[in-house]
């Protein structure tokens, strides 16, 4: 009997992945928005809270469904929205690492590094 239960455990673990799996390419768009909106209205804490709002649901998420980099790097950058709330550091830096996660999640968002670099950055020696 306890085949069963886990069969079906185990069935309905992975629809919630597929679905979440799904909705990753629009919560990214979504936190584009937000993101383009505090830059053009300025970082007001409605603006940065509804980034981390949504970064907090990728952190809380992300894991259990196999995309254990994006919400590690979900969860730092919220908590760095909720530091910017608070005025505790600036807005610019995390307005950078936001862009550098949507280029990141653009690519692969189930990809096991995060290198934080844009795809065609050169070094030059």
Same mark, same amino acid.
């Given at each position: 009997?306890?085949?069963?239960?886990?069969?079906?455990?185990?069935?309905?673990?992975?629809?919630?992945?597929?679905?979440?799996?799904?909705?990753?390419?629009?919560?990214?768009?979504?936190?584009?928005? &937000?993101? *383009?909106?505090? %830059?053009?209205?300025?970082?007001? $804490?409605?603006?940065?809270?509804? /980034?981390?709002? =949504? @970064?907090?649901?990728?952190?809380?998420?992300?894991?259990?469904?196999?995309?254990?980099?994006?919400?590690?790097?979900?969860?730092?950058?919220?908590?760095? &929205?909720? *530091?910017?709330? %608070?005025?505790?550091?600036?807005? $610019?830096?995390?307005?950078?690492? /936001?862009?550098? =996660? @949507?280029?990141?999640?653009?690519?692969?968002?189930?990809?096991?590094?995060?290198?934080?670099?844009?795809?065609?950055?050169?070094?030059?020696?």
């Amino acid at each position: 009997m306890a085949t069963l239960v886990d069969q079906d455990f185990h069935a309905r673990l992975r629809a919630l992945g597929d679905k979440f799996a799904a909705r990753v390419p629009e919560t990214m768009a979504a936190i584009e928005r &937000a993101l *383009a909106a505090c %830059a053009a209205r300025g970082a007001t $804490p409605e603006c940065v809270g509804e /980034l981390h709002e =949504l @970064l907090h649901g990728i952190a809380g998420s992300a894991g259990t469904f196999g995309f254990t980099v994006l919400g590690r790097e979900a969860r730092r950058l919220e908590q760095q &929205a909720r *530091a910017v709330q %608070a005025g505790e550091v600036e807005w $610019p830096p995390l307005a950078a690492q /936001l862009a550098q =996660l @949507l280029r990141w999640a653009a690519r692969d968002p189930k990809a096991a590094q995060y290198d934080g670099e844009d795809e065609d950055k050169t070094t030059h020696d």
